[in-house]
């Protein structure tokens, strides 16, 4: 499986982006019934968790960070994971990677996850 991330960018504080992540390959109807994430690595910090989705996008979990500013959500007929990410701050400045879990649940540890896309990169100016 390939995960091909994009929608990053420059955008002041206060703004919104809207990250995709689409799914490509052989194993791409696999990844349908697993749970997806996104995860960020801001320079010099510990990769973190953002937001989780399980396989039927009927349940999600969010680091404290963003919870109630981003939105995770997925669109099983494009194979595709987006990220709407609203209220941006400078200290969500990061390379957002999406990746696909091992299982269908919505997991928040980047153990349960084995397949990653390549990042895209999110800049806030203040």
């Known amino acids: 499986v390939q995960l091909q991330a994009s929608g990053g960018g420059l955008v002041q504080a206060g703004g919104s982006l809207r990250l995709s992540c689409a799914a490509s390959?052989?194993?791409?109807?696999?990844?349908?019934?697993?749970?997806m994430g996104w995860f960020r690595q801001a320079p010099g910090k510990e990769r973190e968790f953002v937001a989780t989705?399980?396989?039927?996008?009927?349940?999600?979990n969010y680091g404290d960070s963003v919870k109630g500013r981003f939105t995770i959500s997925r669109d099983f007929v494009k194979n595709t994971l987006y990220l709407q990410m609203n209220s941006l701050k400078p200290e969500d400045t990061a390379v957002y990677y999406c990746?696909?879990?091992?299982?269908?649940?919505?997991?928040?540890?980047?153990?349960?996850?084995?397949?990653w896309g390549q990042g895209t990169q999110v800049t806030v100016s203040s």
């Open positions: 390959g052989r194993s791409v109807r696999t990844v349908s019934n697993n749970g």
């Open positions: 990746a696909a879990a091992r299982g269908s649940w919505a997991a928040t540890n980047a153990r349960d996850y084995n397949y």
């Open positions: 989705i399980n396989w039927r996008g009927e349940s999600a």
